[in-house]
């Protein structure tokens, strides 16, 4: 087992991201950078929030091959517990987001004790249910607001006086939190606890036999991205000012499933390029009389035909770069 260890601390070190990994990833920064001077800031914002819910559910299906149909009790839990902490505690926000990504981080745990012992549609269909429970709660505890919601939540002054009222001020805190939140995704991928976990996905019969404890890597990869999947929804609820059953319904389950898939399972960069599609699409086909959930339906299929690894799994794998 320590020579096992030892192997796969020398290959997470000698990772290193290819050339047009690089050059993509510094053309998205410059882009983020210069996207609230030529696109609507908010648009932007709920880009990176739903790229980072997508990027953390990838961490679990794609690196650790665990399919969860209950993300979305992380994402909406977080976005009601920040909303209520920072409009009727008055928290100022960055505790606000702190307290929500927490909650996350409880509830990932509790639904790990009870989900991570079991695998494929058990696994699936165990975190569905508990994610529903958290959905009943939400439509009957007095706090949540039920189906109004909590509404009106205040931005507040980050650090007591950087006043997210002002768009790009919140704009550059929401890109800030995205940056944090992908940047520990990257770190856990190309650590020896990632290769771990890919090792897992493989072939996780052999990874027992090496001596790992397979289910402990498993908890601590569910648990990490049910915290990150609370950051983006608390994160979210600031953006709008709103947190409400949308955040913790099924569908929501279902969409990050789905910009997940499109984007390119498995990749770093492939959540969130499906989340900007999908959000991008809901947005301006809203304004049309398309059917918004058919349209992208009909794309999905497409993609899943032509794009079998996702869009930007399939252009890495012709043009021969390593998914990661």
Request: net charge positive.
């Amino acid at each position: 087992m320590a020579t096992e260890t030892q192997t796969a601390r020398r290959a997470a070190v000698s990772v290193d991201a290819p050339p047009a990994a690089r050059i993509f990833a510094l053309v998205a920064l410059a882009a983020l950078l210069a996207g609230p001077f030529l696109l609507y800031p908010v648009f932007l914002m709920k880009v990176l929030c739903f790229a980072l819910f997508a990027c953390a559910f990838n961490l679990l299906i794609g690196f650790a091959g665990l399919l969860s149909f209950g993300h979305a009790a992380f994402f909406g839990s977080a976005a009601y517990i920040s909303a209520h902490a920072a409009k009727v505690w008055g928290f100022p926000p960055e505790l606000a987001i702190l307290l929500g990504t927490a909650s996350a981080a409880v509830v990932g745990v509790l639904f790990g004790l009870i989900a991570i012992r079991r695998q494929g549609i058990y696994f699936a269909m165990i975190t569905l249910a508990l994610s529903q429970m958290i959905f009943f709660l939400a439509l009957q505890l007095k706090f949540t607001g039920g189906e109004d919601g909590i509404q009106a939540v205040p931005r507040g002054h980050l650090f007591g006086f950087i006043d997210l009222q002002n768009p790009l001020a919140m704009y550059y805190t929401v890109l800030a939190i995205f940056l944090f939140g992908f940047a520990i995704i990257w770190r856990t991928v190309h650590s020896p606890f990632g290769q771990v976990l890919k090792a897992i996905r493989e072939n996780e019969p052999r990874a027992i036999s090496l001596g790992y404890r397979t289910d402990q890597y498993k908890m601590l990869a569910f648990v990490l991205s049910a915290t990150l999947a609370g950051l983006a929804g608390a994160t979210k609820a600031l953006v709008f000012q709103l947190a409400t059953l949308t955040d913790v319904t099924w569908q929501m389950s279902g969409e990050v499933v789905l910009m997940t898939l499109l984007g390119g399972m498995g990749t770093l960069f492939g959540p969130a390029v499906g989340a900007a599609l999908v959000v991008t699409l809901q947005n301006y086909l809203a304004a049309t009389n398309l059917p918004v959930t058919v349209v992208i339906g009909a794309i999905f299929v497409v993609c899943v035909l032509l794009f079998r690894r996702g869009i930007v799994g399939e252009i890495a794998h012709r043009l021969g770069l390593k998914r990661a």
